[in-house]
T-cell receptor
Framework: GAGVSQTPSNKVTEKGKYVELRCDPISGHTALYWYRQSLGQGPEFLIYFQGTGAADDSGLPNDRFFAVRPEGSVSTLKIQRTERGDSAVYLC?????????????FGEGSRLTVL | AQSVTQLDSQVPVFEEAPVELRCNYSSSVSVYLFWYVQYPNQGLQLLLKYLSGSTLVKGINGFEAEFNKSQTSFHLRKPSVHISDTAEYFCAVSPMNTGFQKLVFGTGTRLLVSP
């Protein structure tokens, strides 16, 4: 596609439910990133994939959060037993492998609201 | 660890006036520096970056920023703003020893341009 695509754009769920957020990166981009942006804050790093493997998952807040990228393209962020504090906009970005330009291409985000 | 401070949460300005958005950072290692812009209902977009070389960097849409290592600042400037510059602006840093994958963002500055 032309840009990074994220679905759903909005998700409302109840506390304790399971949620999946999907990211489709720019074609040919092997690096993929997830960030989380809470209200009034800047984006916070969650996890970075290079190909199929998670190269850095140090930003995942706890073991309720998990992300996969089984074929090195589309990625899914999975949140178990959601809590109200998980409400945020989840941003996905992609970039070329080995890029030295430093530019990440962001999607529009998935807004998660936990009631 | 790194941190980024954007002291101004909101900057109102009249069209064709100059503007400066302030950014200060803290880091124990050398960093790359970025400004990203988020227009309403769009994803984050790279405005400009400092990787090395000249400390004055020029970006898209007439914006520029100057890296000041002694003051640990990377302020964003534009000599004459347009209505279309109304957006949220985020300053970010990335430690040089980890590349570009782990951006640390500030809390953002909302630029409001009025006629």
């Amino acid at each position: 596609g032309a840009g990074v695509s994220q679905t759903p754009s909005n998700k409302v769920t109840e506390k304790g439910k399971y949620v999946e957020l999907r990211c489709d990166p720019i074609s040919g981009h092997t690096a993929l990133y997830w960030y989380r942006q809470s209200l009034g804050q800047g984006p916070e790093f969650l996890i970075y994939f290079q190909g199929t493997g998670a190269a850095d998952d140090s930003g995942l807040p706890n073991d309720r959060f998990f992300a996969v990228r089984p074929e090195g393209s589309v990625s899914t962020l999975k949140i178990q037993r959601t809590e109200r504090g998980d409400s945020a906009v989840y941003l996905c970005a992609s970039s070329l492998q080995g890029s030295h330009t430093g530019e990440l291409f962001f999607g529009e985000g998935s807004r998660l609201t936990v009631l | 660890a790194q941190s980024v401070t954007q002291l101004d949460s909101q900057v109102p300005v009249f069209e064709e006036a100059p503007v400066e958005l302030r950014c200060n950072y803290s880091s124990s290692v050398s960093v790359y520096l970025f400004w990203y812009v988020q227009y309403p209902n769009q994803g984050l977009q790279l405005l400009l970056k400092y990787l090395s070389g000249s400390t004055l960097v020029k970006g898209i849409n007439g914006f520029e920023a100057e890296f000041n290592k002694s003051q640990t600042s990377f302020h964003l400037r534009k000599p004459s703003v347009h209505i279309s510059d109304t957006a949220e602006y985020f300053c970010a840093v990335s430690p040089m020893n980890t590349g570009f994958q782990k951006l640390v963002f500030g809390t953002g500055t909302r630029l409001l341009v009025s006629p």
